[in-house]
Nanobody, 121 residues
Framework: VQLQASGGGLVQAGGSLRLSCAAS????????MGWFRQAPGKEREFVAA????????VYADSVEGRFTISRDNAKTTLYLEMNSLKPEDTAVYYC???????????????WGQGTLVTVSS
């Protein structure tokens, strides 16, 4: 499966953004999907994941209650709705596909190219 992330940009603290990840291939609905992020000088970290049907989602503590992951299998697209953004949310955000709904980066086989989110204070 090929993944293309989009929707990043510059936003003020407290604002919102919606990221999208368009997937190619008819097997999208069989994959768990996740969002990760990598800030300058830091390791890539887990943000959120969702199972194949969209019925189950997990979040990093740092984004719980502010971010919402969702998917539309008919459109083969993954989303990340980000609200109450903070400067520490600034990072390149990556979408990825896994056989499971997982928070461990090692479980993900396919990665998108990333989209930059910058939150100004």
């Amino acid at each position: 499966v090929q993944l293309q992330a989009s929707g990043g940009g510059l936003v003020q603290a407290g604002g919102s953004l919606r990221l999208s990840c368009a997937a190619s291939g008819r097997t999208f609905s069989s994959y768990g999907m996740g969002w990760f992020r990598q800030a300058p000088g830091k390791e890539r970290e887990f943000v959120a994941a969702i199972n194949w049907s969209g019925a189950r989602a997990v979040y990093a503590d740092s984004v719980e209650g502010r971010f919402t992951i969702s998917r539309d299998n008919a459109k083969t697209t993954l989303y990340l709705e980000m609200n109450s953004l903070k400067p520490e949310d600034t990072a390149v955000y990556y979408c990825a596909a896994s056989p499971n709904c997982a928070s461990d980066l090692a479980n993900y086989n396919y990665w998108g190219q990333g989209t930059l989110v910058t939150v100004s204070s």
